[in-house]
């Protein structure tokens, strides 16, 4: 079967905008480049930097827990190390991710952004070496069948943005729900690079948010289950053999 990717994205900042990128270069064993290297965290959650561990998507600001985020438009601009941050209103700052002063301005904006619902305590957080804030530990990276999606919209009559699934790649020309096939440890050839499947991603409410509003307005677990028996949508994957992944670009299962 072969399909081709449409598009690749990722979120520098786990819980807030998934940014499009035209080519990625993969490497064996490795998580998606640049995605995920951040999280703020309602704390104190636990998580020890001299200590990583996987801890729960509950204890950062994610759409699961705070859906206005989806208002929140970021931009990490790699040459400069600058991260936008903003609203539709022009309530923004420019602040940077590496250091402390400017984390605190992060932290600050969501404070004043997230008003009433804001928690008491948050805290921006760089992953450390090896580690980073992925929503299953073994999520390296992530794969969504745009057929599949298709078919979602079709079955509840109503369309759905395929970035409400926050996926590092996008593919299309497959039949819908072709990753049922795929079996655990079979490989995947994605542009230059090879994966290894890992299994299925199950959903949860972070899906139901509308990334225009930062309303939920869909059920989409619900949906999932009562339309097609399921929970899951999309795949995550281990990459096995590094090489260049670009938009255009072939995969081949």
């Known amino acids: 079967m072969r399909g081709i990717i449409e598009s690749i994205y990722r979120h520098p900042v786990k819980g807030l905008t998934p940014e499009p990128m035209s080519a990625v270069e993969l490497t064996a064993g490795a998580y998606f480049p640049g995605d995920r290297n951040y999280a703020i965290e309602v704390g104190p ?36 190390g600058v991260f936008h941050v903003g609203d539709a209103h022009g309530f923004g700052v420019e602040t940077r991710l590496d250091t402390a002063e400017g984390r605190t301005s992060l932290e600050k904006f969501l404070q004043a952004f997230l008003g009433a619902d804001a928690p008491l305590k948050l805290r921006v957080l760089e992953s450390p070496p090896g580690y980073r804030f992925m929503d299953h530990p073994q999520g ?21 943005d395929p970035l409400r699934f926050r996926a590092n790649v996008y593919v299309d ?8 096939e795929w079996v655990a440890g079979s490989a995947v050839k994605l542009g230059g690079a090879q994966l290894s499947v890992f299994k299925p991603i199950v959903r949860c409410v972070a899906t139901h948010v509308n990334l225009d509003t930062g309303e939920r307005d869909i059920d989409m677990v619900d949906m999932l289950r009562q339309n097609f028996g399921r929970d899951t949508l ?15 670009d072939a995969l081949e299962a």
């Open 45 to 80: 959650s636990g998580f020890d930097p001299e200590k990583p561990k996987h801890i729960s998507k509950q204890r950062f600001t994610v759409l699961a827990r705070f859906p206005a985020l989806a208002r929140v438009k970021t931009r990490l601009d790699d040459a400069t």
């Open 173 to 180: 020309g497959l039949k819908p729900w072709v990753e049922d």
């Open 140 to 160: 390296y990276i992530s794969v969504i069948n745009l057929a599949s999606v298709r078919v979602v919209a079709q079955a509840i009559d109503q369309p759905v």
């Open 234 to 248: 999309g795949t995550y994957f281990s990459i096995t053999a590094g090489g260049s992944v670009s938009v255009g």
